[in-house]
């Protein structure tokens, strides 16, 4: 094994770290053998060879600070995929990898080997990623964040449209000219935040996952979409209301409220939609059948506003939809309407009150006429 | 695992309500306001004001239809001079489609009459209260005002009719047994989640004083028991001229349209009319079917 000037340890305690935790690094990536040569015994094995939440083929390389060789190795690995990566499926049946979905590398460090990752970012290897991770310890446990790192690749994909623009122009020229071919996968574009690696949403999938965007941004304006390749959780302010995954081509969506479902159509982005309503209305302690009406909020609109102060726009929006089918305001109830029918007995007070004359209950009065007139 | 509110079926569900919070540019469809005259009470004159008011609103413009689901005293029919062939009756048995059932009026509104085939709420079962929700639906695409007659009282049938509707008018006499009855309308609104507005109409008041004393008093017991507040329409006077007219006359508004309770009727109609162009600006309002189905899973 020739792995150059490094550490064993460091490395080892590394790897033993990372192959336990690749779904934590991106949702569904699981190892499926270690240490995959993939130039002959020269630069050395490429640590783990994975598979993604789509099938495809990852080969996973740790990057040590010190590794004379990584950069090598990735370009060696790079190659590798290149020449033989469709065939992977049928050469590891056991790792069940699915056919065509091309395969990746993915570079893992820690924040001391920056520079050797910066390096092999630099390089034009396609499908390569990068990450770092950044342990910390919190209540006497030790956990990390994981940091994604750009590549040159995510720059050169950037460029594709004026590259696709002048590919069209010259097919214009000579029509019998082949063109390049898309990629399987594609993603997203609307995203809430930028600085994390782009959802890979299977092409199939790709306006059901826009509708899910859509949705999002319809429920408030602090509710954020964020996560790895393969997965986006939903949040506001800090609440999880939800997450969508990427698996074997397939968009899984699960909410807070214990729903999961398969997003195959536009019916179940609502109704994974309307789970993630019923989150953020528990999050926002908006919930609407926990109120009761006499308890004094109930004419006050702005007690709708939530523990950590939900938008203004959401409410207004909110105040506008109550308004819009009368004086909408907070219920005591779930309870169903006969229930409702039956506690609609009066008091002895409301009797008494009822009863009381005409001038004691209230005459003509300048308030009354004013908000009426209002 | 949670069930979602019929997601399948489209107008329910948190998530259509919070979809139908749409860009002012998507054009959205204009479904008929749809107002509910009730009362707790029977003879307050909930028909007599449904019938007027139709016919004063329509005088103003709008297209209207009264929908009387008065079931077993259904009799807005008698006073619009009407005799459909068909009623209620026949749209709730599956016999015949609402625009079949709807039969126009001499007066100009439409009518959907409740017929007497129908002896009581209690033969409505769910199965009827959908199809009546799908045909107000129907209905409502083709009006600017549907005006319910509802039947008074506190069955779950009735409650269902004045859910559907955005205003509720609440009729009442200054009498207390028709007061502590429309209160008790308005504790039951006052627990709905989703709550129309109510506008309180005084009928038979002997002097222009106690229409807003009446208010006055139904309001404040409502505000401090049951948080809802209430809005004042108007009120009517006492009148023989109206108990005493006979079938075949014209309604009150136009029959004598300058006595003093036509005077009181066009008050009524100009401030139900603005409380329904108000309601028309807000966009975003779940439909009426919407509304009364939901209803009818809490039945």
């Known amino acids: ?374 | 695992m949670e069930s979602d509110l019929d997601v399948d079926r489209p107008g329910r569900g948190f998530l259509r309500r919070l979809l139908r919070r749409a860009p002012p540019e998507q054009p959205c469809r204009k479904e008929a306001i749809v107002v509910a005259f009730a009362s707790g009470k029977g003879g307050t004159g909930k028909s007599f004001l449904t019938t007027n008011l139709a016919i004063g609103l329509h005088q103003r413009g709008l297209r209207v239809a009264v929908v009387d689901c008065d079931f077993g005293l259904a009799n807005a029919h008698l006073l619009f001079g009407a005799n459909p062939r068909f009623s209620m009756q026949h749209l709730l048995g599956g016999q015949r489609t609402i625009h079949e059932v709807l039969a126009p009026t001499p007066y100009g509104p439409s009518l959907v009459a409740g017929g007497s085939g129908i002896s009581s709420l209690a033969e409505l079962g769910a199965k009827h209260m959908q199809m009546l929700a799908r045909a107000l639906s129907q209905l409502a695409d083709r009006f600017d005002v549907l005006l319910i007659d509802c039947a008074a009282g506190l069955a779950p049938q009735s409650m269902i009719t004045v859910l559907a509707a955005q205003h509720v008018v609440m009729v009442t006499n200054p009498e207390i047994a028709a007061l502590t009855d429309a209160y008790a309308v308005i504790k039951c609104l006052s627990r709905q989640i989703e709550r129309p507005s109510v506008q309180l109409a005084v009928n038979r008041v002997t002097n222009a004083q106690l229409g807003r004393a009446t208010y006055d008093r139904l309001s404040e017991v409502s505000r401090r028991f049951a948080s809802l507040p209430i809005h004042y329409l108007g009120a009517v006077p006492e009148d023989p001229a109206v108990s005493h007219r006979r079938l075949g006359q014209a309604p009150m508004l136009l029959g004598m349209p300058e006595c003093e309770t036509s005077r009181a009727l066009r008050g009524l109609v100009g401030a139900l009319e603005a409380k329904i162009l108000e309601t028309r600006a807000i966009p975003g309002a779940r439909g009426v079917e919407a509304r009364m189905l939901t209803q009818i899973r809490r039945w």
Not at chain 1, 151 to 168: I, K, N
Not at chain 1, 217 to 238: F, K, L, P, Q
Not at chain 1, 268 to 278: A, C, E
Not at chain 1, 334 to 356: F, N, V
Request: hydrophobic share 40%.
């Open chain 1, 1 to 374: 094994m020739i792995r150059g000037p490094v550490f064993p340890q460091m490395r080892d305690s590394l790897w033993s770290l990372v192959s336990s935790r690749l779904d934590s690094i991106e949702s569904g990536l699981k190892l499926v053998l270690e240490s995959l040569d993939c130039s002959d015994g020269e630069l050395g094995p490429v640590d783990g060879l994975a598979r993604d939440a789509t099938g495809g083929a990852v080969l996973v390389m740790l990057a040590v600070d010190g590794d004379a060789l990584l950069a090598a190795r990735a370009l060696s690995a790079g190659r590798f995929l290149d020449r033989v990566g469709d065939a992977l499926a049928q050469a590891i049946p056991e790792a069940n990898f699915c056919q065509g979905v091309p395969g990746r590398i993915l570079v893992i460090g820690s924040e001391s080997s920056a520079n050797a990752i910066a390096e092999v970012c630099a390089l034009p290897i396609n499908g390569l990623h990068a990450c770092t991770l950044e342990p910390f310890r919190i209540a006497g446990r030790e956990r990390f964040a994981v940091r994604w790192m750009p590549v040159a690749a995510d720059l050169a994909m950037e460029q594709a449209p004026r590259a696709d623009e002048s590919r069209e122009v010259e097919a214009a020229a000579a029509p019998s000219q082949p063109t390049s071919s898309k990629p399987e996968f594609t993603s997203s574009q609307p995203e809430f935040t930028s600085s994390q690696p782009e959802f890979i949403v299977p092409p199939a999938r790709a306006g059901l996952w826009e509708a899910t965007l859509s949705v999002c941004e319809r429920i408030d304006h602090a509710v954020m979409v964020h996560g790895d390749r393969y997965s986006r959780t939903i949040s506001w302010n800090g609440n999880v209301l939800g997450d969508v995954r990427t698996v074997g081509g397939a968009l899984v969506a699960s909410a807070a409220t214990g729903v999961v479902r398969e997003l195959r159509d536009l019916r179940d982005v609502r109704r994974f939609g309307d789970q993630l309503l019923r989150a953020f209305v528990h999050s926002a302690e908006l919930d609407i059948g926990k109120g009761h009406a006499a308890d004094g909020h109930a004419a006050d609109p702005s007690h709708h506003s939530g523990r950590n102060g939900a938008s203004a726009a959401t409410n207004g929006r909110s105040a506008a939809a109550r308004h819009a089918a009368g004086d909408r305001m907070e219920t005591p109830t779930g309870e169903s309407l006969r229930s409702s029918l039956a506690e609609s007995k009066l008091t002895p007070e409301e009797y008494s009150a009822l009863g009381e004359p005409a001038s004691v209950a209230g005459s003509i009065t300048g308030a009354s006429l004013a908000k009426d007139r209002s």
